[in-house]
Each structure stands twice: as structure tokens, then as C-alpha cells.
């Protein structure tokens, strides 16, 4: 929401406890089972309280939106920060990449409650015409951020993205989401091997690696 910056502290608490709540609620009903009340009551508090922080439910739920990209980038941030720190002189640039591969599927790993939250959230934008664009704008800004941190990886290890933001991120995030959902519905569980070896050849489509470095 546009006043996050200037929000006081028990106000703050109030939304996240509303957030947290809407999180279990549509995971466990979907988002056309969450209601006003439902989220109220599943997060303490009365109406009055929900409306006196939020105009509505789309409201709501366009602010879980950012949340859900805001903890994906930190998850992505924090992924490519451990592949920094693990790195060791010597690697080749195969290996290093090899290993981000690994370390970032390995951190990565959404539990079943997420993979349902991100799904729902989807069909809810697609289906009101009041969270559309707050969903667009969130996707669009988390899919910049995490670019950036790919490309900063790469150059790293001197190599680089060969397609621009918008296609790597659309592939990536067809291949966590899908992947991920595909885990639990072929296995009932995500699978860490099995998404490194998928990876490891995604790589080899969009990263360049430069052989003279």
C-alpha cells in the first residue's frame, strides 16, 4: 500500500496479521472461498478491524500480492547470496554454475501451501478486474529484481544472460511454478534431484558462458 513508509507499528502488526491469515485461508479454501469475515476470524480480530485497514477484499489481496513478491526476491536474493559466499577460488566456470544450480534449487524449494497461495492468487487477478493491475505491476518489478541479480551472477562467473529480462523470466518462472506443481502432482512432493537435473539444462539455454575467461 502506498502508506507502508508512514504506517505505525500496531497498524503494521494489524496488516500482517491480516496478511498471514489470508495467506492460510486461500491456501486451505482457494480465493473464492475467502471471505471478509473468514480472514477476520482466522486473524483475531472483528469487521471493523479488517475495513479499518483495508477498503476491501481486493484490497487485501492486492497487498498480499506485493508480499508474496516481495518474499520471493528476498528468497532469490538470499539464494544468490549463498552461491556467492560458497564460491571458491579456482572453480571453473561450468562448476560455479553447476553449484548456483544446485544451491538456488535447493533454497528455493516452495512448500505445498505456497505453490496453492501463488496458483489462487493468479486466478483471483484474472478473474477481478480490481487486482489486475496491482498483480501485472508486482510480477513485472519482482521479475526486474531477480533478473538483476542473474545478471550480476553470471558476470561473475563471466558469463551472460542470452535473452533480455522479460523472456529469461518468463522461462524461470514457468520453470519454478510449473516444476513445482508438477512435483506435487506426479509425486506429492518436490523433488530437489530431479528439479537440478531440469535446471542444469535450462541453463545451458539461456546462459552464454565465456570460454576465455
Do not use: K
Not at 553449484?99 to 534449487?105: C, P
Not at 545478471?151 to 518468463?170: F, W, Y
Not at 537440478?196 to 570460454?211: C, K, N, P
Amino acid at each position: 500500500m502506498s502508506d507502508h513508509a508512514t504506517m505505525t507499528p500496531r497498524r503494521a502488526a494489524t496488516r500482517a496479521r491480516l496478511l498471514d491469515a489470508a495467506r492460510e485461508v486461500i491456501a486451505e479454501r482457494g480465493a473464492g472461498g475467502a471471505t471478509v469475515e473468514g480472514i477476520a476470524e482466522r486473524a483475531g480480530f472483528t469487521r471493523g478491524a479488517f475495513y479499518s485497514n483495508y477498503a476491501s477484499l481486493d484490497d487485501l489481496i492486492v497487498d498480499l500480492i506485493r508480499d508474496v513478491g516481495e518474499v520471493r526476491l528476498r528468497d532469490v536474493r538470499e539464494a544468490a547470496g549463498q552461491f556467492a559466499l560458497n564460491r571458491t577460488p579456482g572453480l571453473t566456470i561450468d562448476t560455479a554454475l553447476a553449484g548456483g544450480v544446485r544451491e538456488f534449487v535447493h533454497l528455493l524449494q516452495p512448500p505445498m501451501n505456497d505453490v496453492l497461495l501463488q496458483a489462487e492468487l493468479r486466478l483471483y487477478a484474472l478473474r477481478h478486474d480490481g487486482v489486475r493491475a496491482g498483480y501485472v505491476a508486482v510480477v513485472r518489478e519482482t521479475m526486474t529484481g531477480v533478473y538483476e541479480i542473474l545478471e550480476r551472477l553470471c558476470a561473475s562467473v563471466n558469463a551472460r544472460l542470452r535473452t533480455g529480462p522479460e523472456i529469461t523470466m518468463e522461462i524461470l518462472l514457468g520453470f519454478f511454478d510449473q516444476g513445482s506443481a508438477m512435483s506435487y502432482l506426479d509425486l506429492g512432493r518436490i523433488d530437489p534431484d530431479a528439479q537440478v537435473a531440469r535446471l542444469s539444462q535450462l541453463v545451458d539455454v539461456i546462459i552464454e558462458t565465456d570460454q576465455r575467461g
